[in-house]
């Protein structure tokens, strides 16, 4: 069932009101069920993948509490190989058999292991990552193991976050679901505010990106360089708009119900560092790589390393360097089995060591030319350069091959300035131009406090405020696109 | 009063007055919408000249053109994506709304105008702005699916229209007839593209067939002279597969041989090799748009005296 669908907006009304109306001690069982039939409106036989999930982690949980030393530890990897070997099947089955046979027909090797045909369960990244972030806080002890099935399978299955994160952590979920949430007209005005922003973004922007970004790079050698270029722009905010509209919808639902989830996304095209975009985009996913992998990563290495300097680097600067190296090709597989999200996540990494290993001396040259003072200057162009870098990855992550990739970045840099294709409509074109142009807008509004972000307050009058409501709600009725589904839902 | 149910109604106060606020600017943006659209389609007068069509129509004739060169008013009623279904319902709403006025028909043919796929099946969405009238309500009702999409549609007003129609009634309002598709066609990439066999098909729909039929008889059966217009579309798409070409090119002329008062023009023969004037394979620049018009005009007269 697909948030941008009449049939969920049914579901959700029922579901909120029936959740206030019934006795607190039955809330868990309603949620569950209707999240069970939420997921089960995709493809209904993989709620069974999710069930088996939820039972291992579930117990997994339990024993990790209740034993010590290397038992304990012996339960937390079992866990993780379980989310991590359902993860493997279904999601990179094929994609290494693929590579498989590439390197045994270097050595005229028949690859015997034949390819199956599979169809991904939606979201299974986002809400594996969660069950594991449960097993490995109870490790931590951190989090006391879930007694209570339904509400471990909730925490796992909740529906507004099911097939596209927010990736939540128990310590913020799993207490919630014990609460008891009073209806709150306050709460439920923000929800709707933040659902109808989020809408905007999806319905409005994101799908109207696609009528131009959709035939640009399904057939790239009909295009040249400068509609590459627009095209690559255009999907950077087509993904944008298209995640963190799922995000905000997300919050939102769950805001209504009486649930917190955290933040996904802040403003990230606002960034003025590639550091600092990442600080901003899918936060829940690059601080769950931070906390679960990051940290433990460092801390290790760090253990193993006496020198000051390892191949002439600072020690440092090395472990960050093997970190991140690992750190950014685990995120650019999460998002997919393809050589393309590979690389996407290396130009990422390679963007971050870069800026650290670059930073005293791109300290000294700002200070030494007197840019550092310029600080709008520096500040505008910060977000300019961020951008542009940003977008470069973006066209592997969009691109069907990395042959495919490689030719669009070839014509970027080969042919800048060339006949620009202006969309099927030039209409649509412009309209999606002046669309982006308001995104931006409303965000710098939202920067400066103006306009609210994630529940804030904001310094509009009302008035203003509800014609902006009635705007949103005019402009989804006539320039909403119905029907299409979310990119991360196959992440 | 309880504070929590004092708190609680008079939220439901504002959300009630949001809602009448709402509603009423729906209604005022739809009223604009709408009566842009009846410019721009030309349904707001009567008119001597109809021109029924799709893109093809709406790129490749110029209705200020035919106006000035006519002296009669004249209404192109052509939108994106309209197959012969829409058409049909296109000539009986205009009928509907004008009488008798219309003396000269042109309708756009090609050789996949039967062929069903490429037009939008859609494409009843685009008589939502009109179903305030009966015929519109009734044709835009049988079709819409799910069937709720046409209640949702009935009560909240601008969600009838789309980004099209929002371009043709600014247009209408503004009385922009004009084609702004400037450029021509790249043939070294499109000639790629059909050597990847990436063209549309040229197959024949029976209920497509049975529609055009219809629109055939109902014309005969008034006293209006019908002129289906190839609209040029580029050779090389033309050559891709000739034999169906040929044969749907046939078809059309057996119609036009059916009817005393219908007749068929095919642009294509004179001017598909001149690639200067496309803009696409199947859409003309302002120059195709100029040059077709003129050509047509001036075959109207001469065929009509």
Same mark, same amino acid.
């Given at each position: 069932?697909?948030?941008?669908?009449?049939?969920?907006? %049914?579901?959700?009304?029922?579901?909120?009101?029936?959740?206030?109306?019934?006795?607190?001690?039955?809330?868990?069982?309603?949620?569950?069920?209707?999240?069970?039939?939420?997921?089960?409106?995709?493809?209904?036989?993989?709620?069974? *993948?999710?069930?088996?999930?939820?039972?291992?982690?579930?117990?997994?949980?339990?024993?990790? $509490?209740?034993?010590?030393?290397?038992?304990?530890?012996?339960?937390?990897?079992?866990?993780?190989?379980?989310?991590?070997?359902?993860?493997?099947?279904?999601?990179?089955?094929?994609?290494?058999? $693929?590579?498989?046979?590439?390197?045994?027909?270097?050595?005229?090797?028949?690859?015997?292991?034949?390819?199956?045909?599979? *169809?991904?369960?939606?979201?299974?990244?986002?809400?594996?990552?969660?069950?594991?972030?449960?097993? *490995?806080?109870?490790?931590?002890?951190?989090?006391?193991? $879930?007694?209570?099935?339904?509400?471990?399978?909730?925490?796992?299955?909740?529906?507004?976050?099911?097939?596209?994160?927010?990736?939540?952590?128990?310590?913020?979920?799993?207490?919630?679901?014990?609460?008891?949430?009073?209806?709150?007209?306050?709460?439920? +005005?923000?929800?709707?505010?933040?659902?109808?922003?989020?809408?905007?973004?999806?319905?409005?922007?994101?799908?109207?990106?696609?009528?131009? %970004?959709?035939?640009?790079?399904?057939?790239?050698?009909?295009?040249?360089?400068?509609?590459?270029?627009?095209? +690559?722009?255009?999907?950077?905010?087509?993904?944008?708009?298209?995640?963190?509209?799922?995000?905000?919808?997300?919050?939102?639902?769950?805001?209504?119900?009486?649930?917190?989830?955290?933040?996904?996304?802040?403003?990230?095209?606002?960034?003025?560092?590639?550091?600092?975009?990442?600080?901003?985009?899918?936060?829940?996913?690059?601080?769950?790589?931070?906390?679960?992998?990051?940290?433990?990563?460092?801390?290790?290495?760090?253990?193993?390393?006496?020198?000051?300097?390892?191949?002439?680097?600072?020690?440092?600067?090395?472990?960050?360097?093997?970190?991140?190296?690992?750190?950014?090709?685990?995120?650019?597989?999460?998002?997919?089995?393809?050589?393309?999200?590979?690389?996407?996540?290396?130009?990422?990494?390679?963007?971050?060591?870069?800026? %650290?290993? +670059?930073?005293?001396?791109?300290?000294?040259? +700002?200070?030494?030319?007197?840019?550092?003072?310029?600080?709008?200057?520096?500040?505008?162009?910060?977000?300019?350069?961020?951008?542009?870098?940003?977008?470069?990855?973006?066209?592997?992550?969009?691109?069907?091959?990395?042959?495919?990739?490689?030719?669009?970045?070839?014509?970027?840099?080969?042919?800048?300035?060339?006949?620009?294709?202006?969309?099927?409509?030039?209409?649509?074109?412009?309209?999606?131009?002046?669309?982006?142009?308001?995104?931006?807008? %409303?965000?710098?509004?939202?920067?400066?406090?103006?306009?609210?972000?994630?529940?804030? $307050?904001?310094?509009?009058?009302?008035?203003?405020?509800?014609?902006?409501?009635?705007?949103?709600? *005019?402009?989804?009725?006539?320039?909403?696109?119905?029907?299409?589904?979310?990119?991360?839902?196959?992440? | 009063?309880?504070?929590?149910?004092?708190?609680?109604?008079?939220?439901?106060?504002?959300?009630?007055?949001?809602?009448?606020?709402?509603?009423?600017?729906?209604? @005022? &943006?739809?009223?604009?919408?709408?009566?842009?659209?009846?410019?721009?389609?030309?349904?707001?007068?009567?008119?001597?000249?109809?021109?029924?069509?799709?893109?093809?129509?709406?790129?490749?004739?110029?209705? #200020?053109?035919?106006?000035?060169?006519?002296? @009669?008013?004249?209404?192109?009623?052509?939108?994106?994506?309209?197959?012969?279904?829409?058409?049909?319902?296109?000539?009986?709403?205009?009928?509907?709304?004008?009488?008798?006025?219309?003396?000269? &028909?042109?309708?756009?043919?090609?050789?996949?105008?039967?062929?069903?796929?490429?037009?939008?099946?859609?494409?009843?969405?685009?008589?939502?702005?009109?179903?305030?009238?009966?015929? &519109?309500?009734?044709?835009?009702?049988?079709?819409?699916?799910?069937?709720?999409?046409?209640?949702?549609?009935?009560?909240?007003? #601008?969600?009838?229209?789309?980004?099209?129609?929002?371009?043709?009634?600014?247009?209408?309002?503004?009385?922009?007839?004009? /084609? &702004?598709?400037?450029?021509?066609?790249? #043939?070294?990439?499109?000639?790629?593209?059909?050597?990847?066999?990436?063209?549309?098909?040229?197959?024949?729909?029976?209920?497509?067939?049975?529609?055009?039929?219809?629109?055939?008889?109902?014309?005969?059966?008034? /006293?209006?002279?019908?002129?289906?217009?190839?609209?040029?579309?580029?050779?090389?798409?033309?050559?891709?597969?000739?034999?169906?070409?040929?044969?749907?090119?046939?078809?059309?002329?057996?119609?036009?041989?059916?009817?005393? /008062?219908?007749?068929?023009?095919?642009?294509?023969?004179?001017?598909?090799?001149?690639?200067?004037?496309?803009?696409?394979?199947?859409?003309?620049?302002?120059?195709?748009?100029?040059?077709?018009?003129?050509?047509?005009?001036?075959?109207?007269?001469?065929?009509?005296?």
């Amino acid at each position: 069932m697909l948030f941008n669908s009449y049939q969920f907006i %049914v579901f959700f009304l029922v579901i909120t009101f029936t959740y206030f109306v019934i006795p607190n001690r039955f809330r868990w069982f309603l949620l569950l069920t209707a999240s069970c039939y939420f997921y089960m409106a995709f493809v209904p036989v993989y709620i069974v *993948i999710l069930g088996f999930t939820s039972i291992v982690d579930y117990f997994a949980g339990i024993f990790i $509490e209740k034993t010590q030393g290397k038992k304990k530890k012996w339960f937390l990897v079992a866990s993780l190989c379980g989310n991590i070997g359902v993860l493997a099947f279904f999601k990179y089955y094929n994609f290494l058999n $693929e590579n498989l046979t590439v390197l045994l027909q270097g050595i005229n090797f028949q690859n015997p292991i034949p390819y199956l045909s599979i *169809i991904l369960p939606i979201g299974l990244s986002f809400h594996t990552f969660q069950a594991m972030s449960y097993t *490995i806080e109870v490790y931590r002890g951190n989090q006391k193991a $879930e007694r209570h099935f339904g509400i471990y399978a909730l925490y796992v299955m909740f529906f507004p976050q099911l097939v596209a994160g927010p990736i939540e952590r128990p310590q913020n979920m799993l207490h919630q679901y014990h609460e008891r949430h009073y209806f709150d007209i306050d709460r439920f +005005t923000e929800g709707l505010k933040m659902m109808l922003w989020g809408f905007f973004k999806k319905v409005v922007i994101a799908d109207r990106l696609a009528f131009y %970004v959709d035939p640009v790079y399904n057939n790239p050698t009909a295009h040249s360089g400068s509609t590459f270029i627009l095209a +690559t722009i255009f999907f950077a905010f087509q993904i944008y708009c298209d995640f963190s509209g799922y995000s905000d919808i997300a919050i939102g639902c769950a805001h209504i119900l009486g649930f917190k989830l955290m933040q996904n996304f802040r403003l990230p095209y606002l960034a003025d560092s590639v550091r600092s975009f990442w600080q901003r985009w899918h936060i829940s996913l690059t601080s769950w790589f931070r906390d679960y992998v990051f940290f433990p990563l460092t801390i290790s290495i760090s253990w193993k390393i006496t020198k000051k300097k390892v191949l002439f680097i600072r020690s440092d600067r090395f472990i960050y360097l093997i970190a991140m190296s690992v750190i950014w090709i685990l995120t650019g597989i999460w998002h997919g089995a393809n050589w393309t999200f590979v690389i996407w996540g290396a130009i990422n990494g390679f963007y971050l060591i870069f800026g %650290v290993f +670059t930073k005293d001396l791109r300290k000294k040259f +700002t200070k030494i030319t007197g840019i550092d003072k310029l600080k709008r200057i520096n500040n505008i162009s910060g977000i300019i350069i961020t951008f542009l870098l940003i977008c470069i990855p973006w066209i592997f992550f969009r691109a069907k091959d990395v042959d495919t990739a490689w030719y669009i970045l070839s014509r970027i840099f080969t042919q800048p300035v060339s006949k620009l294709f202006l969309g099927a409509s030039q209409w649509i074109t412009l309209l999606s131009i002046l669309l982006v142009l308001f995104l931006i807008g %409303v965000e710098i509004l939202q920067s400066r406090k103006w306009v609210s972000l994630y529940f804030s $307050e904001t310094r509009l009058r009302q008035s203003l405020r509800w014609a902006g409501y009635i705007f949103l709600l *005019i402009t989804i009725s006539i320039l909403g696109v119905g029907g299409s589904s979310f990119i991360y839902f196959q992440f | 009063m309880d504070p929590k149910l004092r708190k609680i109604l008079t939220f439901a106060v504002r959300y009630i007055i949001f809602l009448f606020i709402f509603l009423l600017i729906d209604f @005022c &943006i739809s009223e604009f919408l709408s009566s842009g659209l009846i410019k721009y389609y030309g349904l707001d007068k009567p008119s001597k000249v109809l021109l029924i069509g799709h893109s093809h129509t709406m790129l490749g004739l110029d209705k #200020t053109l035919i106006e000035e060169e006519m002296h @009669c008013n004249v209404s192109k009623y052509a939108m994106e994506g309209a197959n012969v279904a829409d058409r049909l319902a296109m000539i009986k709403h205009f009928l509907h709304q004008n009488g008798d006025s219309v003396k000269i &028909i042109t309708y756009d043919v090609d050789a996949t105008f039967l062929t069903g796929m490429g037009l939008s099946i859609n494409s009843y969405k685009l008589f939502y702005p009109f179903m305030d009238d009966p015929y &519109i309500r009734e044709y835009v009702k049988s079709e819409a699916k799910p069937e709720y999409d046409y209640y949702i549609k009935k009560w909240i007003r #601008t969600s009838r229209f789309t980004d099209l129609n929002l371009n043709g009634s600014l247009r209408g309002h503004m009385r922009f007839y004009t /084609n &702004i598709k400037i450029g021509s066609i790249d #043939t070294v990439a499109y000639k790629q593209r059909i050597a990847e066999n990436d063209f549309v098909k040229i197959t024949f729909d029976r209920n497509l067939q049975e529609e055009f039929e219809e629109t055939l008889q109902l014309i005969s059966e008034r /006293n209006v002279k019908m002129f289906l217009v190839l609209i040029p579309t580029i050779g090389i798409l033309n050559r891709a597969d000739p034999e169906k070409y040929s044969e749907a090119i046939k078809m059309i002329e057996n119609y036009s041989k059916k009817y005393p /008062n219908i007749y068929f023009i095919n642009y294509n023969d004179e001017f598909e090799d001149q690639y200067d004037l496309f803009y696409d394979e199947i859409h003309l620049n302002p120059k195709g748009n100029k040059t077709i018009t003129d050509k047509l005009v001036e075959d109207i007269k001469r065929i009509l005296l």
